[in-house]
């Protein structure tokens, strides 16, 4: 049995959200979108090593593929059972103790999820938000967080989508409308 923490939440001005990135890649576009996700789950990585020694909190939102029944970790124990990018991926983003984890059930992990109550409760101003795919889940999701008065980043390396194309124009598009900082995460690593 598992044991129930009654310990209170410290305070996180800034989040990072992993968005999708515990996927069985098993839909139409995944093949394309495969190489990029591993290049941006290996940034993400770094990133949350760091970022996590400051005491900034992770969260992961991932899709629970209408299993109404799901959880996370068995999500994730799956993941990293499966072979090429969709383990590589689970194994990189393999979730620590401190972590939080909440899945949802379309795009935006704001929608329909407990995401902005855990924010609020974390003190959370400023979310960094990585993941798959960036014209879809992860814009969807900074859009949300733009209307809640989330000041968003979202670091160019550590975002996919089936094209750079894609990818770049979600880009572009958050920078312009929602005013997010897309700078490399080496920008974020580099702050001090």
């Not at 209408?66 to 991926?89: E, M, N, V, Y």
């Not at 620590?96 to 959370?124: E, I, V, W």
């Not at 750079?164 to 080496?186: F, H, N, T």
């Not at 920008?187 to 001090?192: D, L, S, T, V, Y």
């Amino acid at each position: 049995m598992s044991k129930i923490r009654t310990d209170t939440l410290q305070p996180s001005k800034t989040v990072l959200l992993l968005v999708d990135f515990v996927n069985p890649l098993t839909f139409d576009g995944a093949a394309e979108l495969a190489p990029s996700a591993f290049e941006a789950a290996k940034q993400t990585a770094k990133l949350r090593q760091q970022l996590s020694a400051e005491g900034v909190r992770t969260v992961y939102a991932n899709d629970n593929y209408g299993q109404w029944t799901s959880d996370f970790k068995a999500l994730w124990r799956h993941c990293l059972g499966l072979p090429g990018t969709a383990g590589k991926i689970a194994k990189l983003m393999t979730p620590r103790r401190n972590d939080f984890a909440l899945l949802k059930p379309r795009h935006s992990a704001f929608y329909a999820t407990p995401l902005d109550l855990l924010l609020g409760q974390l003190h959370c101003k400023r979310l960094i938000v990585t993941g798959v795919a960036a014209d879809n889940c992860v814009l969807f999701t900074a859009m949300d967080a733009y209307l809640r008065g989330y000041s968003v980043r979202v670091p160019v390396d550590c975002v996919a989508a089936e094209s750079a194309d894609a990818r770049d124009k979600a880009l572009e598009q958050m920078a312009r409308v929602l005013k997010a900082d897309i700078r490399p995460a080496e920008a974020i690593r580099a702050r001090k």
